[in-house]
């Protein structure tokens, strides 16, 4: 097999299989903790909490400053790289060109340099998280493999994009085959792993907001 | 004449020693080498003995030789092609029917062992290779037996160095390249579809000269003529790198001249030196005349998706799959959902009320 | 290229591609090289890609020097002298007046404008052949030849 064989089957049905498993692990997943149900409220509250829930989802995505002031690196290198992340995914043209082939949305894409600025950032940050895990005692108690394994799948789709851009290690045809094949590692791996917090956190945030509004007894 | 050398040849049609050193700058430069080999070329012209050669072509459409044929500098590939002694090329010989073979069965036993084999198209291996004859001998019974005598194999054209077009999905015929079938000699592949006749020339050129096969890559392909993408040697990457491509064939980035990425261009992972070497007589070249690259130097590249979509999409449709998985996703959820409460139920069923009594026990 | 003439095609430049100043850069360091070690030096005008403006900007920044001229073998080779001396422009055509290969050169003189050594041989024989057909008695051009 040679890599432009490779590319074609993850261009191919690499990817078919992939976003299978993936699609199919999450809708398993959204169905299963869907289905787990709440307890009857024998004690409705006397004001709906659905508005505090929306609103609860987007004032938790900004830092607590008393936890930021704990703990700066990890506030810091997530926000950055989880920024900088979906920036390389949704703003590099080749990307957007395969969401508007999937789904026929487009925009417009970053110039490729500011891209590439964006994604060794993103790199860095990354790296800097892996060893604060590593070297902090609690952290490095706490993890499990899981952990691991998913920033190691993060990881690896940025990395290799920028080596195939950079015509590191590898030919260009090689590189981006490995390339697709990484994230296609990361979309198989995403619903059965800590990374369904993409979804989930929405959910569980909307859960809390819809609590804290909770006041008085609806009589 | 069969012991001729190139140096020989030249001199016999009374080149001149300036004549002499344009032909190896103007050799140095077709083969891609630094101007200071000029020298070297000169040095090595001397040596080699005029070889033979047996061209043979199989499953294929001649535009490898109609290329060839219509190479741009004629002085230079006509002296080339002085060099060699072409024995046998069905198209391009005189002699038809069985003279033709008889000069193809005489050139190899007299050169046996030392005549360069250029092949184009690919070979029919389903049902005996019935598909495609000569003289009533299959492609590859004939590949074999000229192979066996062979110096070298020059695979000319996309067809002969990967299987081309009648490799193609779903490849009825069963067709496969020269190098799957043949192991045990040296073969360089000059892929293209149709194969720039300069590269051609440029091989055979570095054979004559050097007497020895060029560097290859991992896909036998001479590096000096493939050794980067047209993406990284084309005049249009710093619109790809600045961002600015075009969407449709007549917009303005068209008219502009931006990248062609976003139209298909396969430049990113393609080899070959249109680029550089262009067509033509160096007129133009594909991407130039505003159509992105189609890959035709690369393996499969007629079964790489479409032409018109970007390199980075997906090659078949992912839909079917998706609403499956989606499908199946939900029927498993809602079985593990109802499982879930079952277990709940049977947890509930089974749990028992303490009262004081059974506390104070 | 007569075929190619006579259809009418609409072309539109962009711009160059930036590449010219990456050959005037070695232009400048081989220049170097010549005058500070004699090394001469050529560069193929093929191996990069090179747009029409490119070469505009090429020919406009090396400019028109004093010497032109014109060998023919194998077709043309027509060969000048740029505004920068030492810096030479070479092009080799074939017989049918199409561009085979384009180099600049950095050298005192092009070496496919000197006269072969063997050629200089040849001709000093060629010389006293006509000079003793003019005149057969004179000592001169009697002798057969010097070793040389």
Known sequence: ?219 | ?361 | MNGLNGIGVKVVHVGGNGNAHAVLREIEARLQLLVEKGEEGSIDLSGLPLMPEDYDLLEETLGEGEVVAEVHSLGPTRIHETGIPGVWWVTHYNSDDEVLAEFIEVAWCPEILLTPEDDVKDGLEALRARLFELNPKSPLGGAPSLDL
């Not at chain 1, 925009?107 to 060794?120: K, N, S």
């Not at chain 2, 189609?294 to 609403?323: M, N, Q, R």
């Open chain 2, 1 to 361: 004449m069969r012991d001729e050398t190139l140096l020989d040849t030249l001199k016999r049609r009374g080149i001149s020693r300036r004549g002499f050193l344009k032909f190896c700058a103007t050799t140095a430069s077709m083969l891609a080498l630094p101007p200071a080999m000029a020298a070297e070329v000169a040095a090595a012209l001397g040596k080699v003995r005029r070889p033979a050669v047996i061209w043979l072509s199989f499953q294929e459409c001649t535009g490898c030789t109609e290329s060839l044929t219509r190479a741009h500098s004629p002085s230079i590939e006509s002296l080339i092609f002085d060099a060699i002694s072409l024995d046998y090329h069905h198209t391009l010989q005189a002699a038809s029917g069985h003279a033709a073979e008889e000069a193809r069965e005489h050139s190899m036993k007299q050169d046996w062992g030392n005549y360069l084999l250029l092949v184009d198209g690919s070979i029919p291996l389903k049902d005996d290779g019935v598909y495609s004859t000569i003289a009533g001998i299959s492609n590859l019974q004939m590949l074999k037996d000229a192979a066996a005598g062979a110096a070298a194999i020059v695979s000319v054209g996309t067809c002969a160095a990967y299987g081309g077009l009648p490799h193609a999905n779903p490849n009825p015929t069963g067709a496969v390249s020269v190098s799957e079938i043949i192991k045990d000699k040296p073969i360089i592949n000059v892929p293209g579809c149709p194969p720039i006749p300069a590269v051609l020339t440029g091989v055979l050129a570095h054979y004559l000269t050097f007497g020895a096969i060029p560097d290859l890559d991992d896909l036998g392909r001479p590096k000096a003529f493939f050794g980067e993408s047209i993406h990284d040697r084309c005049y249009r990457r710093p619109f790809y790198d600045q961002g600015k491509f075009a969407k449709t064939f007549d917009d303005e980035g068209a008219r502009n001249g931006w990248c062609l990425f976003e139209l298909g261009c396969k430049g990113p992972t393609t080899h070959n030196a249109c680029a550089t070497t262009k067509w033509n007589g160096g007129t133009s070249w594909p991407v130039q005349s505003g159509h992105g690259c189609l890959g035709c130097s690369e393996p499969d590249f007629w079964d790489g998706g479409s032409f018109y979509k970007a390199l980075s999409t997906p090659i078949s449709p992912v839909t079917g799959a998706a609403a499956a998985a989606v499908a199946i996703g939900a029927a498993a959820g809602v079985a593990i959902g109802l499982a879930n409460r079952q277990t709940k139920a049977a947890a509930k069923a089974a749990h028992q009320k303490a009262t004081i009594a059974d506390l104070e026990k």
């Open chain 1, 1 to 219: 097999m040679n890599a432009m064989d490779l590319l074609l089957w993850s261009r191919g049905p690499g990817l078919g299989i992939a976003i299978g498993i993936f699609l199919f692990g999450m809708v398993l997943r959204l169905f299963e903790i869907y289905s787990l149900g709440r307890k009857r409220d024998l004690a409705p509250a006397r004001t709906g909490g659905e508005g505090s829930g929306w609103r609860t989802m987007f004032t938790r995505s900004v830092p607590d400053r008393a936890q930021f002031k704990r703990s700066p690196v990890v506030f810091t290198t997530g926000y950055i790289f989880h920024i900088g992340f979906f920036i390389v995914l949704l703003f590099l043209l080749p990307h957007i060109e395969l969401i508007r082939s999937i789904s026929g949305l487009s925009w417009p894409a970053l110039p490729t340099p500011v891209v590439d600025l964006i994604a060794v950032i993103t790199l860095i940050a990354l790296i800097v998280t892996l060893i604060y895990r590593i070297m902090d005692p609690v952290r490095r108690l706490l993890s499990t493999f899981g952990d691991y394994l998913a920033w190691t799948v993060t990881f690896l789709p940025v990395l290799t994009g920028y080596m195939a851009y950079h015509h590191l290690l590898f030919d260009y045809t090689l590189m981006l085959a490995l390339h697709i094949l990484s994230v296609e590692l990361l979309l198989v791996v995403f619903p059965f792993t800590k990374l369904t917090h993409m979804v989930t956190l929405f959910i569980s945030r909307w859960y809390n907001g819809e609590w804290f509004a909770r006041k008085g007894v609806a009589s």
